[in-house]
């Protein structure tokens, strides 16, 4: 079984930066996609990124392109996100995800999900 733990979390200002970590234990996850979903108060959750096993081809919602950078270190079997930029629209408890096999855009089919770090932004 894996664990995944989310932390960084925290507030910020509006233009800020905050960097999330997620990092897993058990059995290893190096050979999953990982990603990142957010859930803002009464909304649903939405994808936020994700990056392939390797590392490579990560891919962002429309709404952090350009903001958020995603990458992971699987020697620390860690998955990063760094927020740049920050908006009080990405205000959201932030989840971190592995699964292989996944529909990303929708949140389904993950093997595993992190139980969420919170992130406010004040204006």
């Known amino acids: 079984q894996v664990q995944l733990v989310e932390s960084g979390g925290g507030l910020v200002q509006a233009g800020g930066s905050l960097r999330l970590s997620c990092a897993a234990s058990?059995?290893?996850?190096?050979?999953?996609?990982m990603g990142w979903f957010r859930q803002a108060p009464g909304k649903e959750r939405e994808f936020v990124a994700r990056?392939?096993?390797?590392?490579?081809?990560?891919y962002y919602a429309d709404s952090v392109k350009g903001r958020f950078t995603i990458s992971r270190d699987n020697a620390k079997s860690t998955l990063y996100l760094q927020m740049d930029s920050l908006k009080p629209e990405d205000t959201a408890v932030y989840y971190c995800?592995?699964?292989?096999?996944?529909?990303?855009?929708?949140?389904?089919?993950?093997?595993?999900w992190g139980k969420g770090t919170l992130v406010t932004v004040s204006s």
């Open positions: 058990g059995r290893t996850v190096s050979n999953f996609p």
């Open positions: 995800a592995a699964g292989r096999g996944a529909d990303w855009a929708r949140g389904a089919g993950m093997d595993y």
């Open positions: 990056v392939s096993s390797g590392g490579y081809n990560p």
